[in-house]
Every structure is written in C-alpha cells, then in structure tokens.
C-alpha cells in the first residue's frame, strides 16, 4: 500500500465556524495527527480559491486523503468529492468533518466548541485513513415517469413531461382529474375564472399521446430505485367499459337514484351513476355501488337499458395493473380542514355557517346554487362575515399558516360585493398578502367598502340581545384595533379553513419511502435548496401535499419536478450507491441470517457454493446486514468496521 | 471544574443526522457533549461498536434512527431495536450502567426533539459521573 498523505482543511465559512471555533488553534492541532501532511484553514473552503487549495496540495505534495472541516456533509460532500476527483483523487478518499451545523452552531461556548472541532477533526484524519477507492458504476434510467395526483399539479407535471415525448402515467384516485382547482369559481387576484383555464390542460392531459391517464386508481405498492421502479396500481371497477362509452350522459340522465355530491361537498346530489362534474375528464361515469339499486337490490338495470352501446358492465372487476417507470412525482394535494370540532363557531348546528371550499361551490356558476349567493332559505343575505384562520395559526389545530385563506377570504369579499347589496366583514388576525399583485388586490377591496375588523372572533352565536339581532348569526369577539368587544349581526359566516395533509399521507409517505415535517406533510429534502427532492432518489413532490400553497407555486413547483425528471431522463443514467456491502466468501458460513434480514432482498443464498451473494444493483447500502453477520463476514464500504472504530477512536481524543 | 461527558452519538443519515443539522441550522442551543458519528442506517449499528465505544473513554453511547416505520431503508430500525434491547441486558454484566446507553429517534424535521434528548442524556450521563474501567475491573474482579 503506498503512503498515506493526508491533508486538512479547516473553513472559517466567514465568521459561521471561526467566530465561535477558535480555528487556528484546530488547524494547528491537525497537524499533530497521523499521516497528516499539510494542515490549512481558509475563509471559504467551497469557494473555487478553496477548492484550488486543495487541487493544487494534492499535485504539490501527493496528497491521497482529503479531510475538510466544515459545514454539514450532507451540504458539500459532492462538491469537494468533486474537487479531488478533479485532482486525480478517488471521490472516496475524503472525509468531512462538521464542525458547523454540529458545533459552532450549537454552542456559544468556545473552548468547548473548540475542543468538539478538534476532537470531529481527529475522528475524520483517523477514519480517512483506511478509506479505499471505490468504483462508481451507473444504471440506465427508464424514461417513463410515475404521477401520483391529478390535480393541478399533477397536470401540469404530466403535461411538461409528456411534451417533451417522454411517457407519463398519471394516477388520480377520483373518477376525473382537476383536483381542488376545479371546485374554485374565480382564481385570486385577477378572478379569471378558475374552469376556463384549467380545462384546457385537462382536454390535454386526456388527449395526449404520451400520457396514459388512470383515473379512479390507486398506487398499491412501489418497489425499486431510482431508474427503475415499479408500481402495482389498482384500476378500481367503473362498472362502464371505458373503450365503449362515449360519455353521452343518457344513463346518468335515466339513473332513478341519487347520493350527496362529493364534488359539490354534499351541498347538492348526483346521481348512482355519475361523472363527478359536466367537464370530467375522462369523460367516462362511475357507478357507486353504495347507492346502486342493482348492487344494493339486484334491480333495476334502467342505465344498461338506455346505454345504446353496451358499455355498462356490472361484472367488472378491479384490474391490477404494473407499470415501470425511473422517477416518480408525488402532487397527492391536501385536505380541506373540518371545522366541527371547534364548536363555537357553530360549524354544522347552523344552516349559514359554511367552510370555504362550501363557499367556493357556492359560488361557482354550475354549482348547487347555479352561482347564487343565497342563504339556505333561497333569499339574498343583506350581511355576510368571513372568519380567517379557522385551523390554521392555531395552538389546538395547525400552528402552521395555510397561506392561501387571506387571499380567498379577499375574493370571496369581491364576489360577495359584485353580486349581491350585502355588506362584508373580514375578521382577521394578520392580512397576508404576499404574492405578487396580492397587496394590490387587498388595497382595491379597502377600497371596495369591505369592512376589516382584526381580532380572532371567540363565538358565533344565536342568542340575540336586542331587536336587531333578532334571526340573525351573531359574530363575537374583540376588535383588537379599537379595544372593544363587539358584536356583528350577520346572514351568513364563512369560515376561511385551513388545508391540512391528507388524512391518508402517513400511508403514502410510508409507500414510497418518503417522510413528513412535523406538520404532516411530505418532507423536501432541503427547504431552500431543493424543494422540490425527497430524501428518496428519484421520488419528487410538488403542490399542497409538500406544504400549502397557492395556484402559482403548485405550479411552479410541478414544472421544477419535471424538469428535475427530465434532467434524469435526458441523462439516461444514475449512478449506483458504491458504499454497498460485499461478502467474504471465504468467512460465509452460509447460515443465511442476512439473507432474511436485507429490506431490498439484495441478499441471496448460492446452493451449490453454500455461501451467500449481495447483488449490488439492489444493495443500498443500509448495513444491517453487516451488523448482524456472527462471521463478520460481511464488509459495509465506506463504512468498515476499522474505518468506524478509527471513527469512535478519533471522537474520544 | 465540573466533569464533561464524553457522549458518542450514532446517527443514521437519513433521519437523525438531518434532525441534528436542523438543530444547528435554527441555531438551538444545546449541550457541545455528543460527538457524532454518522452512519448510513442504525441497523448498521454494531452492539460492538457500543462496547468499543466505552473502552475507548467514553461516558455514554447514543443510538439515534427514523421513528419506527418511517426507516429509509424499510425496516433496518426495527433490527436496531432487538439488538439494543439484548444489548442492554447485558450492559449490567459489562459492567455498563444502563443509563449510559440510550436509544431514541429523530425525523429530520426533528431539530428541537434532537436538542432535548441531547440535553437531557448529557444530564443523566453527567449525574452518573465519568465511566471509568479501572473502577469496573475493581468491582467484578
């Protein structure tokens, strides 16, 4: 084995290490170490004088080990594996040490963040010098890619993936894509209406020769990595045959029986056979066998009698169907929140009391009430309050801000005003106005003589106490502006409710090996930097289920995860992870244990040589397997039982 | 001066490490005793490297992984959980006190979380006092 020369490098990172890390005093104990040859410290070591620092000790004095103490390896160990493979260097040959995010920044004390910094340095130069090459081998990617909601986001994904010819299969659980977009009537703050410019991407998204649309699906299993993963989808009976209806709509029309709308959030009814609104796409029916007086009685049949081209087929069956694709974007979107539990809001107990996405229905031009905003008696309300963060910005609920309900409560204030005499009031703790031309559209409906009232409303309530509080919804609580309580006889309440994670999201995150924020929803794999990644390779998110979000940045973020997809596909291969396991074959003994115990079954047992074999395709290198063969046979690269031993070593100086 | 633990912490890199780095990013505080070393999954946590770990000088071992169910890789959590748990049957045996070894878990969203067992098993560690072997051999002959 040649000598071992190993150099390190220490980073200010400005005054992020060095103002807390007395980094001279550790760049001086370096040198101490084994094997050290050159020992620096540099304001920025990821900047390109840094890294040139590096390349040019490497070419000077034959360094074959590189330590640099810096910030997180999750943050720069590509760059500077980078920099020394540059230099001629295995990527391998390197080791971080994070005396930042595990050290200058946690402590303000600085003799003992020092002797942390010192003792991360030691365990890095120590480890580093048992590190070996390891040879970087690359997969092909398939270029078909997995969409798993179809809503805006996921359209959107579909549509830029699917441009570019590539193949998409875009899943949607519901019989017909849209997703929440197209409940909404008018889109804030330029109230173009939010059908008319949805629609067309849904016509596309149907139409389009490379997207294969699977509604009233659902992903079942995914297994595989990025470049090729599978996907097990369940295509739930429709009980219409899609290649033969046209969606004429007769049998809907002769269809006697009738369940709440869920499209219209029980506001209105529909049909047992049904499409969920008249611009579906696919514009295909379901029947809902809960409601069906075939499948509940064994009679009637009336749609299989109209329908004049036999598509009703009341013995389909659910259709497994597998598909294989390299990368998968997840656009699973959120739930509305149930405002029942907080009960003094009257949610449920009174007639007029609505949520917002209700309100939402409400308005729209086909919805329950053809877009008339009445009360549930039919008449015009005369006043109407809107109630923000209802769920959201609450201790007992979500602490988070849903981000979009100042901006919809503002719209709703329009088109309350627009069409109808009644007066609007908006009680708020803060007006987020944050988008852009959204500070616009709160002045334009100051000026529209909507009234805003700040302060968190404690109840609605019935009980009048005097005469012109008499039928109405009383609105109680404090104006926080004016220091007085007040209360607000109105017609109607809307309750501006928070988006929440889905209810099933632990599910998915669990299916696709992804994580959530304490929030609930899916994790990105860094909040600035790359929001749109998971901590899986090749799973990407985009839309509400990542965070709530308005229209533009769900859309924003699904053309980012296409493109990050694209830019895989366009590469045409990813490298495979090279700090997998490998066994002795000479230690096996063949007892098997880490055959049961490998998560990706990379781990196969060889009959005629009674020793077991690790694929390396399928190994991902977790090390559970090493940890539990009684031959110590196995060997984790990159992460040897002598490399972490030097490690524990290195720590405890 | 008051004695400082020497803590090693072994941290998957999915998870905890992530949480631990969240921990600093926000600037929390928290106690400078754990020095972390990272591993890909806790499943590749030896229970040798705990024992190791105490010869070597140190006053306390601790094991971080993905909440269960939420492990990258499926299920090497699950793994890490039988072998801590035969583990600390026999730490009385080595001559270990069972406080020194702890097991717990962080999601990478976890900054705060991380903090408070840190914080909390640097205390427990420190009431116990330094590990010292010598100590041992005296004790079990």
Known sequence: MEEVKIGIYVCHCGLNIADIVDVEEVTK???????????????????????????????????????????????????????????????????????????????????????????????????????????????PVNPNTLIIGGGIAGIQAALEIADSEHKVYLVERDPSIGGHMIQFDKTFPTLDCSACILTPKMTSVGMHPYIELMTYSEVEEISGFVGSFKAR????????????CNGCGVCVTKCPWKANSEFDLGLSERKAIY??????????????????????????????????????????????????????????????????????????????????????????????????????????????????????????????????????????????????DAEVYQMYIDMRCFGKG????????????????????????????????????????????????????????????????RSDAAEVAKLLTITQ????????????????????????????????????????????????????????????EAATAVIDEEKCSGCRICNLLCPYSAISFIEDEKVSRINEALCKGCGTCVAACPSAAITHRQFTMEEITAEIEGVLV | MSFEPKIVGFLCNWCSYRGADLAGTARMKCAPNVRIIRVMCSGRVEPAFIVKAFQLGADGVL?????????????????????????????????????????DWVSASEGDRFVSIVDDMTEKVRALGPFTKNSDEEKHG
């Open chain 1, 233 to 244: 989808i369940r295509k739930k009976a429709r009980y219409v045959d899609e290649d033969k």
């Open chain 1, 438 to 501: 959204y500070e616009e559209f709160y002045k334009r409906l100051s000026e529209e003589g909507v009234n805003f009232i700040r302060g968190k409303v404690a109840e609605v309530t019935d009980r009048a106490i005097n005469e012109d509080e008499q039928g109405k919804l009383i609105v109680c609580g404090e104006d926080t502006l004016l220091c007085k309580t007040i209360r607000v006889p109105v017609d109607m309440v809307i309750l501006a409710t928070a988006l929440e994670p």
């Open chain 1, 275 to 420: 499409t969920p609104f008249a611009q579906a796409v696919p514009n295909i029916p379901v029947i809902d066998t809960e409601h069906c007086a075939y499948f509940l009685k064994e009679k009637c049949r009336a749609c299989e009698k109209f329908c004049e081209l036999g598509a009703i087929d009341f013995e389909q069956v659910d259709q497994i169907v597998e598909v294989e694709v390299g990368n998968i974007i997840v656009t699973t979107g959120y739930d509305s929140f149930d405002p029942t539990p907080i009960t003094q809001y009257g949610y449920g107990k009174f007639d007029n009391v609505y949520t917002g996405l209700e309100f939402e229905r409400i308005c729209n031009a086909v919805g329950p009430t053809s877009g008339k905003i009445v009360l549930k008696d039919g008449s015009e309300p005369k006043s109407v309050a809107i109630l923000h963060c209802v769920g959201s910005r609450d201790e007992n609920y979500h602490e988070y801000c849903s981000r979009v309900c100042c901006m919809y409560a503002l719209k709703y204030s329009h088109l309350i005003k627009e069409r109808t």
């Open chain 1, 517 to 576: 924020s304490a929030d609930g929803f899916f994790l990105e794999r860094h909040p600035k930097l790359d929001p749109v990644a998971t901590m899986t390779d090749g799973v990407f998110i985009a839309g509400c289920c990542q965070g709530p979000k308005d229209i533009p940045d769900a859309v924003a973020q699904a053309s980012a995860a296409a493109t990050r997809v694209l830019a895989l596909i366009s590469k045409g291969r990813v490298e495979l």
């Open chain 2, 63 to 103: 094991v971080l992984g993905c909440h269960p169910g939420d492990c990258h890789y499926a299920e090497g959590n699950y793994k890490t959980i039988r072998r801590m748990s035969l583990l600390q049957k026999m730490l009385p045996q080595l001559g270990i006190e069972t406080d020194r070894v702890r097991l």
């Open chain 1, 29 to 139: 104990y370096a040198t101490t170490l084994p094997a050290v040859v050159v020992s620096r410290n540099y304001k920025f070591m990821c900047s390109d004088p840094g890294q040139n620092m590096i390349k040019e000790d490497i070419k000077e004095l034959g360094l074959n080990r590189v330590v640099v103490a810096s910030c997180s390896p999750l943050m720069h160990e590509p760059t500077f594996r980078r920099t020394i493979q540059e230099a001629g260097v295995n990527p391998y040959l390197f080791e971080m040490a994070n005396i930042r995010e595990h050290c200058s920044w946690i402590t303000e004390d600085h003799k003992a963040a020092t002797e942390k910094a010192k003792a991360l340095v030691s365990a890095a130069v120590r480890r580093v010098y048992y590190h070996q090459p390891l040879e970087i081998k690359e997969v």
